[in-house]
């Protein structure tokens, strides 16, 4: 057995007058030489399917995880921009907008250094006027802190 697997090894495919050779060496048939052969590589070729197929099941379960990993990020994710949108229209109902960037806010008494205007609301809410909106409604800044709302907003009909 050990003399026919280093023949294997070497050569798995033995031709005809090397499978009599090699049968006369080992005093065996030549057909016994040639099935002991077939059923070698026929074992081989299952060894190596089943560790082709190892191979891919692991990558396979392998992805899987990944994907429950990335649809649990996902449905958060989800769950998040719900939640921001809910919030959004919200202050969307409430006529509040905020500034685009994390400058600071100026108050009615100027405390804050910024470009921008914001105004408060008597229900609370706050608007930010830029200075080309306060240039379009014809007020300085001064005059529009000075304005209530409500007027502010009927000048903007009358306009």
Known sequence: VTRLKETFESNPKLNQ???VQLAQQLN??????????????AKLKIKNTESQFDTLKKAYDDQVKTVAK????????????SILAEQSSQL????????DDDR???????????????????????????????ELLGF?????LKLSMQSLLQSEERA
């Open 104 to 134: 600071p806010i100026r108050d009615a008494s100027g405390n804050f250094d910024t470009t921008d205007l914001i105004i408060a609301k008597s229900d609370g809410a706050l608007i930010k006027v830029s200075p080309s909106m306060v």
């Open 28 to 41: 065996l048939n030549p057909r016994q030489i040639e099935v002991w052969f077939q059923n070698k590589r």
């Open 140 to 144: 300085s800044e001064d005059e529009l």
């Open 70 to 81: 990335l649809e649990k990020i996902n449905a958060e994710l989800q769950k998040q921009v």
């Open 17 to 19: 007058a090397r499978r």
């Open 92 to 99: 969307s109902r409430l006529g509040t907008v905020f500034p």
